[in-house]
């Protein structure tokens, strides 16, 4: 089976995601694109032979529509997913699933009257080979009782529209999601620190920000957030045990020998230094639309990230340390 897939957001990672569906992941297809600039729309569903409609709601509603992604900003998430629910169809939504934790709490009543899962969360780290080989150590005992993690999370510049808050539900809502996915537990905790800014952002935006939080069980997470750091795409993760350490690897890149000096490349982007996961990603999700399944990252995931995000938001103005009340997790998403 082939699933017709229909892309709401055509804009940076849309288009890249259309063009692995093209390309790249076997059993699916581009059926039908939209995008609040019809232009856009148009422009990538001809790159893809398929057809531009004129909102999310006809993309959901159109007969050869299988599945929907949804590529749009964050803000526009939730009403796109919620009409995809409202429609029966499985839709994999980009992070962060929305904005507010309230909007994730409305998805998961939606989908828990549908009867099954529908959504997946598009927190791709979990199909890093990196990432994937840190959580099976972890897993068989490898360090023993994880203590502490270690993380950073660099870009090289951020556009002026990028503010303070997003540093948490834009950039941290990755490893957010990935801590909880390593360490199997929820984050109780959440404060943020404010570090000497660097001189190179917009005078609006707080850069660096040092995030803390403490899991359920004690464990420390410390992550450095940096979104012009002007070198490149850097993301680091250490998890620290009783018994030994475990260090995502740095991306493969040859070594240059020359003029004297050793070294290699870094990342400029998520799109390179994520791409295989991507690619993961999608195949992933579509091989399971085809089998009638649903897997990866839940609504329930994109929920717990969205509570430990507005904890940290929180902390971004009182640098106080901030509960983050994620309850427990509910048996429909066990
Ligand atoms: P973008 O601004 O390049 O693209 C967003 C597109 O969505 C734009 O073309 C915009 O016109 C369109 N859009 C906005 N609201 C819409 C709506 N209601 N209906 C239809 N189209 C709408 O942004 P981007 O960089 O492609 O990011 C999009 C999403 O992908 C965000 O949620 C972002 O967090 C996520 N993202 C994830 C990663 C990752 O590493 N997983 C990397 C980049 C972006
Ligand atoms: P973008 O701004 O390049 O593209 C967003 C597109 O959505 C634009 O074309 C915009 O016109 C369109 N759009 C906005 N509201 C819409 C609406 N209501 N209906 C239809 N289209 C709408 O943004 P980008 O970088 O592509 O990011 C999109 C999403 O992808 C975000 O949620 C972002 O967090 C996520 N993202 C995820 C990454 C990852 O590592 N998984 C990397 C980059 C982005
Ligand atoms: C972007 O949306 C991503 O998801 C990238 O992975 C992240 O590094 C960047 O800060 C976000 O804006």
């Known amino acids: 089976m082939t699933v017709n897939v229909g892309v709401i957001g055509a804009g940076m990672i849309g288009t890249d995601h259309m063009r692995r569906l093209d390309r790249v992941v076997s059993g699916a297809r581009v059926a039908a694109v939209t995008d609040i600039d019809p ?38 998430h939730a009403a796109s997913v919620l009409a995809a629910i409202g429609a029966g169809k499985p839709v994999l939504c980009e992070k962060p699933l929305a904005t507010t934790a309230e909007d994730c709490r409305r998805i998961m009543e939606a989908e828990r009257a549908h009867g099954s899962r529908l959504v997946q969360v598009g927190f791709m780290r979990r199909y890093d080979t990196g990432y994937r080989a840190m959580k099976e150590l972890i897993d068989e005992g490898a360090i023993g009782v994880p203590l502490m993690a270690h993380c950073a999370h660099r870009n090289p510049t951020v556009p002026e529209a990028y503010h303070s808050e997003m540093a948490t539900k834009d950039t941290a809502i990755h490893e957010i999601d990935t801590l909880r996915w390593l360490l199997g537990e929820e984050l109780a905790t959440a404060q943020i620190i404010r570090p000497r800014r660097t001189s190179k952002r917009f005078a609006h935006l707080v850069d660096p920000q040092l995030l803390l939080f403490e899991t359920e069980s004690g464990a420390r997470i410390d992550l450095e957030v940096f979104v012009n750091c002007q070198y490149g795409y850097d993301i680091r993760c250490e ?88 309850e427990e997790r509910p048996d429909f998403y066990a």
């Open 39 to 76: 232009a856009r729309a148009a422009e990538a569903a001809a790159g893809v032979g398929a057809r531009a409609l004129a909102s999310d709601a006809e993309v959901v509603a159109d007969p050869e529509v299988d599945a929907v992604l949804v590529a749009s900003w964050g803000p526009a």
């Open 239 to 326: 998890v620290v045990g009783e018994d030994g350490a475990v260090r995502l690897p740095e991306p493969q890149e040859a070594v240059l020998h020359a003029a004297g000096r050793s070294g290699s490349s870094v990342h400029q982007d998520w799109k390179r230094r994520f791409g295989a996961a991507f690619d993961a990603e999608v195949q992933a999700w579509a091989d399971a639309v085809a089998a009638g399944r649903i897997e990866g990252p839940s609504a329930w995931d994109g929920y717990a990230a969205a509570m430990v995000g507005d904890a940290a938001v929180h902390s971004l103005e009182t640098g106080e340390v901030v509960p983050t009340k994620v």
